[in-house]
């Protein structure tokens, strides 16, 4: 029999924090599709290993996620983990491994999650390709959920409003929206995007929701920020591609680097 989630954690964790000889991290961060570029400016280096070294993580599966646990030592001494690459609910390994790299972090002792990623921009009138925007909410289209028996979350504030105000102070341009996830690994068909503007929301994705919720399960403060990588499909009658989402997180990696930089020290 395996062993539950948090068990399981916990054993990816120990041997995380023993192999960046720490007690504990501070902060972790997940880096979606085209934001490995923007770790190298998060901090000093203390440890760098593939996640499958760490018990119970699946192999990445999508160009563009790099697969590694890196730990980093921020300009003002915090320690951060970062994920590069995560693995999705479309690569039908169920629930339990989308949000076993957010446990991990928690059970590292992190207090504040971050998690990155690339959106389709549902509002192509307000909102521009290769710009960043804080998640203020999230709907949950994908069908599933970490938590499981009768717990009843509450997530009235999923996405930290604390952390969001800091984030602005670090760059006050900001946009802000509500993020909808689906499974994929289809993109949208122009109808449904059509659809998720008249629910409300504002960008479009396959990741997050869930280790979103797993956070605040555990406790964590959340901060969600999407690279606005393409309109969503039928928005502008281009067809999509992963290769564009991943030359965007290419074109922006030095702006993308640079607020992360300075948000890890402020969170
Ligand atoms: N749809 C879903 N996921 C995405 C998109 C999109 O348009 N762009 C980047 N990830």
Known sequence: MTSPPHERAAEAASVLLSRANLPAIDIALVMGSGWSPAADAIGETVADLAVTELPHFAPPAVAGHAGRARVVRTASGRHALILLGRTHLYEGRGVEPVVHGVRTALAAGAGVIVLTNAAGGLRPETQRVGEPALISDHINLTG????TGPTFIDLTEV????LR??????????AEGVYVALPGPTYETPAEIQMLRTLGGDMVGMSTVLEAIAAREGGAEVLGISLVTNPGAGL?????????????????????GALLAKLVDKL
Not at 144 to 147: I, K, T
């Open 144 to 147: 599933a959920n970490p938590v």
């Open 159 to 162: 996405y930290s409003a604390r």
């Open 236 to 256: 502008v009658g281009e067809p999509l591609n992963h290769e564009e989402v991943l030359a965007v997180g290419r074109a922006t990696a030095a702006r993308m």
């Open 165 to 174: 105000e800091l984030a602005r102070e670090a760059d006050p341009s900001l």
